[in-house]
């Protein structure tokens, strides 16, 4: 039998694990990839289901436990993380299987009002939870 401690080790390393995307061909990996970014430009609101599903423990305690020290982490070097990115970003690998350095990218290719929806949809997520 695990002991605490050693749970909330094995299941921090199964969300490490999970960022990494292992496993998709090529093929796989560029279709993942087109879904994400269409997701992220044309549906803001599934994203923040998503990043609501993961605050609430629905990918395992490792994501769970990962983001909440993400969202309560206010005193070190983590100011200068941006929360709302970082929460996309594991959304991003956990939903879709994209890579978290690709998640950056997508983005960028935003425009404005799409940045400021998705945005908007994620901190609406996150002031719910807190």
Known sequence: MLTQQEYEERERKMFERALT?????????????????????????LVAQRVAWLLDGDYGYGAYQAAHEVL???VTANLKMNRVTWL???????????????????????????????????????????
């Open 88 to 130: 996309i970003v594991a959304i991003g690998a956990l939903e879709w299987q994209c890579k978290p350095s690709r998640t950056p990218k997508f983005l960028k290719g935003l425009s404005e009002e799409q940045l400021l929806a998705l945005s908007m949809a994620v901190h609406e997520v996150i002031d719910r939870s807190y």
């Open 72 to 74: 309560a982490d206010t």
């Open 21 to 45: 995307v292992p496993g998709l061909s090529a093929t796989e990996r560029a279709e993942a990839e087109a879904k994400w970014e269409d997701c992220l430009a044309n549906n803001p609101e």
